[in-house]
């Protein structure tokens, strides 16, 4: 359907406002704050709803701030002012890195952060960036504000934890700290991404990587983090980490669950993801060393 | 149960091609339609539907968006530029004439949501390069060209002026 | 026919003012300030909006239709089933009048359209349809080829279907019993006996996948009727005279009461042929008497046509010298649930399988098979693509064989200039060898590649459509301004600007002053069709012609007024001029009219007639043009990266170069899609990925770092000024050319496209592990 069936637009300005009104209407209103994922639901059919919440007049809820060592990127934030955070940029960069490589620009300019992370498409390069950065998630609601980290808060394909009460208000990010090397990859023909790898390697002053941080998605029903990659690879030197990064690429791609899908089939990822964890590695090796590489490869974005 | 039916009415006041433009949509509407049918401003044109080919690019205070998937109302107290707000009565925009000079319509079909995207990419970037631009177009699809001439002519449009006005 | 050459009469002697220069596009004012105007844009009084309720399955009978709900919304003037379109023919089709304006008793692909809603706006259609209750009763279903000739398969089609209007189609020849609905054969010399023959005998099958032409522009048209029952259809279609041959026989009335009107077409490519959308509007604004407007969406595309998908088994016999001697070709393609032309394109891709070479002794057999999928129809290279993909790889393997090189052994083979292609026919109207050379020389394929980069090279051949009509109105105003009346489409491939180029040449006016009509049957004479790249030969050479009729009476006028022989006066910047006088148009015909009024009209008519030729007719001209890919392969990924890509066209004359290589760019970057990334997926008759999240079409980064398109122009072709065609050709070599380097790089030998990152991987994978 190229046309929307009428529906009410409410715009609460604080999030009680918000609560009474999903207490209202339940599950004849929606959410909506860049609504680049919900329109499209709405024009499939996928989705009916007698309103849309406009969440964008919420003060504070577009907002990137730093909080007591952990960054909050606003639920309404836009993928570009993501991007373009000076914030991001400086505790953050890879995040900010990113964000400039979802969807397309008028995507980014348009959608929020939150809508993607509360859409839970598993193809998407947010939810598995992330993971490595330990993200938690607020929700709030009438009965009260809960954190839920970001593992536990996607279920499988768009489906989440969140309660139909409940509003997703932001993303609490640890940045790594000084001393980490970091890449992200991400690997697609198609128009959402096929496979997205994180890798953090945080280096201590005697050389060794403490820790290691890996998060495979796309390829699966969920992001997942790699646990035994980065038992691994803690407490190696970047050098060590580079001379076996085949054989750590390889059982990091074991451990992992895909699902075959229109992207390719749950071997060929399962493959994918070896050669991607593998080649993330290298590129994180030669930035640990002082050089990037600026490894092109096709189909391939490399922040 | 409300009766749906009964559209959701704003009141919306926006500038459209520089011009002042106050009307009532239903919250529903969205701003391709009401460009298109109510407007009149034929430009912008439906394609995929699903934001991915561009031919539906309008640039909202300067940034392209997909109308077609973006609500009327939220273009309320804004600047929106369409195509055919490019150019200064009959004398058009560098973009316009780098387009015609390369051979870089065709159909045309595809064309406004071109200009548009490649003017927002020449206020934030006056002189991109080739990459640059093909990495900026990837959220716009063209079937005819093959894309060669598009990237030439923006790319020379970017070396001559340093960016559009 | 005539020939065309440099100083043959019609062209005039001297060199060229306009022809053969890169002249802005006549559209592309319009295009670039966003005032040009498709069928979308239309707006009439009173318009009525259509929406259509589709087939949720592939095969299933018509058990109930409920329109009560839908009826009952606020807006909707009426919802409508098949039972309800009484007053006319419910079939069309260009081959078979096999296809339904709405489902009768059946439905035979999932999408297909069962209930039309019309309604006074979108909404209030879209809501109304949502309610209609259709109640199906499942069928089984036959959606690849292997299900739809498997002995005893389900049927899609039981009734024998009415031909439809074309005559090269009269003897279409099913086979009774089975989904075959056509078959084509073709022989030459001894036919399949020769491989006894042959020192080296290769055989091998190929699939070309099911891909959607995804023109930026859906479908869409308008229709009204009027108090006098008259139709006017405003339709985003490639032949308005075919569409309306359709509906004067749908509607049984007179073909001067149906007009078709086609404003500026947003991509066509084949997928706007014949009637699509044109049957339903016109029967449901006869219903409700109020225009009707339907736009399709960029989902209900990919269920309005798509290309044949096909199987091909092709076995070439060569001597030891590497001379091909014998061919024999199975070909199967799948023209889904309706015919559309699916028949021609059979018969037209069969037909040239061989490609540009010689080969003495061929069978060469197809069938046109029904299955339960969105139908297949026109689609830029109109099945040479299919044929070629295979042959030109089973080519590129008799090279290696051979210990030949690729090129040599396709130089070798060629066929030359003035040579049979088949008896009736017209002969090789090209110097094959010079494209070839000049496509070796561009990649630089003597010079050994980088150890990581891989070149192949393909040819292709295809007949043009004939026989055809193509007739064109040239009027002289009083000005010395001039319109061109002429149906050649315009869908972006330049048709306006040639037209305009070429009446401004004969008439030695500025192109600026030519101005061409939008087609319109009420107003342009008849063009069979704009497709196998004929407008600028055939509808070209009207218009050429017609400008011809105008020169003839400005110098007979002039000769009359100046006292000099015609044969001594020319036409030069607007005036008729002689040795030593001058007269300006507007004087000629003041001199003509006796008065400042008055136009001169000339007319052209290209009309070959029907031949001995295989197809019909003789083709009106060879389409031929050589493709050489360089690529790299990301072994551990399976990516292929076309790294240069050259094309090289054999097209007489660029009539405006500029707009030829453009519109060769877009071949290439077309067939780099189904070459690597467009596949239509179907399961268990659903069509899964029919939007652009999910079929993915060539985007910027997927230009080739170098891509030259480059022209041969020797002036040897039968259209104006020795113009042939041009636009299908370079789209042919591309997937063979990859495929060719994939393997000349990798060894590995890939048979089905898209060359998926998969498909590569998997098969360098099976590689490594060895036989």
Not at chain 1, 183 to 201: D, Q, W
Not at chain 3, 8 to 30: C, F, H, K, N, T
Not at chain 3, 63 to 91: E, F, I, M, N, W
Not at chain 3, 191 to 201: E, P, T, V, Y
Request: proline content about 6%; charged content about 25%; hydrophobic content about 45%.
């Amino acid at each position: 359907m190229t046309r929307l069936r009428p529906f009410a637009l409410d715009r609460p300005a604080s999030l009680e406002e918000v609560g009474a009104l999903l207490a209202e209407h339940g599950a004849d209103a929606a959410l909506y704050a860049g609504g680049t994922e919900l329109l499209l639901l709405l024009k499939a059919g996928l989705l009916r709803v007698q309103r849309l919440i406009d969440l964008k007049r919420v003060p504070g809820l577009a907002d990137i701030t730093a909080d007591d060592g952990t960054v909050v990127l606003g639920a309404t934030a836009r993928h570009r002012t993501v991007e373009r955070s000076a914030l991001l940029r400086e505790r953050c960069p890879l995040v900010a890195g990113v964000a400039r490589h979802v969807a397309n620009v008028r995507v980014r300019h348009v959608g929020t952060v939150g809508g993607n992370l509360a859409f839970a498409d598993p193809h998407s390069d947010l939810a598995t960036l992330f993971l490595a950065l330990d993200a938690e998630l607020t929700l709030w609601s009438r009965a009260g504000e809960r954190r839920v980290a970001l593992a536990d808060f996607v279920r499988g394909p768009y489906e989440t934890v969140r309660r139909d009460d409940e509003i997703l208000t932001g993303v609490r990010l640890r940045p790594w700290p000084a001393g980490t090397v970091s890449a992200y990859l991400k690997f697609g023909v198609h128009e959402r991404p096929s496979l997205g790898v994180a890798l953090a390697a945080t280096i201590g002053p005697d050389g060794a990587v403490a820790p290691a941080r890996l998060a495979v998605g796309c390829v699966g029903p969920r992001p997942q983090r790699c646990p035994e990659f980065e038992r691994e690879a803690a407490g190696r030197s970047v050098a060590e980490l580079a001379g076996r990064a085949a054989a750590l690429a390889e059982a990091a791609a074991d451990a992992v669950e895909t699902t075959g899908d229109l992207h390719g089939s749950a071997d060929y990822k399962r493959d994918m993801t070896r050669v991607f964890v593998r080649r993330a590695i290298e590129i994180v090796a030669a930035r640990a060393a002082g050089e990037d590489p600026h490894a092109r490869y096709p189909y391939t974005v490399v922040v | 149960m409300p009766d749906i039916r009964t559209p959701s009415s704003c009141s919306l006041a926006l500038t459209v091609n520089g011009r002042p433009v106050t009307l009532d949509v239903p919250a529903h509407a969205l701003l391709l339609d009401v460009l298109r049918d109510r407007l009149g401003l034929k430009g912008a044109k439906r394609s995929c539907d699903i934001q991915v080919c561009g031919a539906c690019t309008v640039l909202v205070d300067g940034a392209p968006v997909s109308a077609c998937t973006y609500l009327a109302v939220e273009a309320d107290g804004r600047a929106v530029l369409t195509v055919e707000g490019l150019a200064d009565g009959e004398r058009l925009d560098p973009l316009q004439e780098a387009f015609i000079e390369h051979g870089a319509v065709q159909c045309g079909f595809c064309t406004s949501g071109m200009l548009l995207s490649a003017k927002a990419l020449l206020d934030e970037d006056p002189s991109p390069t080739p990459e640059r631009v093909v990495q900026y177009l990837r959220g716009n699809l063209c079937r005819c060209t093959g894309y060669r001439k598009l990237v030439d002519a923006i790319v020379a449009c970017g070396a001559a002026r340093g960016g559009t006005a | 026919m005539r020939r065309g050459a440099r100083g043959d009469g019609v062209s005039g002697p001297g060199p060229l003012r306009v022809v053969g220069q890169s002249v802005r596009r006549v559209d592309a004012l319009e295009k670039v300030t966003g005032r040009a105007r498709y069928v979308t844009d239309l707006e009439l009084p009173g318009m009525l909006h259509v929406t259509l309720v589709r087939s949720p399955y592939a095969h299933a009978r018509l058990v109930r239709l409920d329109t009560q709900a839908a009826t009952g919304v606020p807006g909707v003037r009426a919802v409508v089933g098949s039972g309800d379109l009484t007053g006319c023919d419910p079939y069309f089709g260009p081959a078979f009048r096999d296809r339904p304006i709405l489902a009768i008793d059946v439905v035979r692909y999932e999408g297909e359209p069962v209930v039309a809603v019309v309604a006074d706006d979108e909404g209030a259609a879209a809501e109304a349809a949502a309610l209609v209750d259709v109640a199906y009763e499942e069928l089984p279903a036959v959606t690849t080829l292997e299900e739809a000739l498997a002995p005893g398969a389900p049927l899609v089609h039981t009734a024998e279907p009415l031909a439809g209007h074309f005559a090269d189609l009269s003897t279409l020849r099913a086979k009774p019993g089975t989904n075959i609905c056509h078959q084509f054969d073709f022989e030459r010399g001894r036919g399949a006996a020769a491989f006894a023959d042959a020192h080296l005998i290769l055989e091998d099958t190929y699939t070309f996948p099911r891909v959607q032409h995804y023109s930026m522009e859906p479908h869409a048209a308008v229709a009204a009727w009027n108090e006098a029952g008259e139709l006017t259809v405003w339709a985003s279609t490639q032949n308005p005279y075919s569409v309306r041959v359709e509906l004067a026989k749908m509607f049984d009335v007179p073909l001067g009461r149906i007009r078709i009107v086609v404003p500026l077409l947003g991509g066509g490519f084949g997928g706007k042929t014949y009637a699509k959308l044109e049957p339903i509007v016109g029967a449901l604004a006869r219903m409700t008497g109020r225009p009707v407007r339907l736009a399709l969406s960029a989902e209900e595309a990919f269920r309005t046509v798509r290309r044949c998908d096909a199987r091909v088994r092709a076995r070439l016999g060569f001597t030891r010298e590497g001379l091909l001697l014998a061919a024999e070709c199975d070909a199967d393609f799948d023209v889904g649930a309706y015919a559309d032309i699916g028949p021609r394109i059979i018969q037209k891709g069969t037909y040239t399988a061989t490609g540009p070479y010689r080969v003495p002794h061929v069978r060469l057999h197809s069938n046109a098979v029904y299955t339960n999928t969105t139908p297949g129809g026109a689609f830029r290279g109109f099945g040479v693509p299919q044929l070629a993909w295979a042959i030109e790889s089973v080519l590129d393997e008799a090279a290696r064989r051979l210990d030949h090189d690729p090129v040599e052994l396709r130089r070798q083979n060629l066929l030359a200039h003035g040579e049979e292609f088949a008896p009736g026919d017209a002969p090789i109207d090209g110097k094959f060898e010079e494209s070839l050379n000049r496509a070796a020389h561009a990649i630089r394929w003597t010079q050994g590649a980088a150890a990581d980069r891989g070149r192949g090279v393909a040819m292709m051949l295809k007949a043009s459509i004939g026989p055809t009509v193509s007739e064109a109105i040239v009027r002289l105003h009083a000005d010395a301004s001039a319109t061109v009346l002429a149906s050649a489409v315009e869908m972006g491939q330049g048709a306006r600007t040639v037209m305009a180029q070429i009446a401004a040449e004969v008439l030695a006016i500025p192109v600026g002053r030519v101005f061409v009509a939008t087609p319109d049957t009420a107003v342009t004479p008849y063009d069979q069709t704009t497709s196998s790249s004929r407008s600028t030969t055939m509808t070209g050479r009207a218009v050429q012609e017609a400008a011809a009729d105008v020169r003839d009476q400005l110098l007979h006028v002039a000769s009359g007024r100046l006292g000099v022989p015609a044969a001594r006066l020319r036409l030069e910047d607007g005036a008729v001029v002689g040795a030593s006088e001058r007269l300006a148009y507007p004087d000629v015909l003041e001199e003509r009219f006796g008065m400042g009024g008055g136009e001169l009209i000339g007319r052209g008519v290209v009309a070959p007639g029907r031949s001995a030729a295989p197809l019909g007719g003789s083709t009106p001209f060879w389409e031929m043009a050589v493709g050489a890919a360089e690529i790299v392969v990301d072994e551990e990924t399976g990516a292929i990266t076309v790294e240069k890509y050259v094309s090289v066209a054999d097209v007489g004359r660029c009539i405006n170069p500029l707009q030829c290589e453009a519109q060769d760019e877009g071949a290439v970057l077309q067939g780099l899609g189904h070459t690597l990334l467009e596949e239509m997926l179907y399961e268990r008759g659903q069509l899964l990925n029919a939007n652009l999240v999910d079929y993915r079409v060539p985007r910027a980064e997927d230009l080739p770092r170098v891509l030259e398109c480059r022209f041969v122009e020797n002036a040897d072709g039968a259209g104006p000024f020795g113009a042939k065609g041009a636009g299908e050709g370079s789209l042919v070599p591309v997937a063979p050319a990859v495929g060719n380097a994939l393997s000349r790089l990798t060894g590995v030998r890939l048979r089905e496209l898209p060359l998926t990152p998969e498909r590569v991987w998997r098969a360098l994978r099976a590689r490594r592990a060895g036989p």
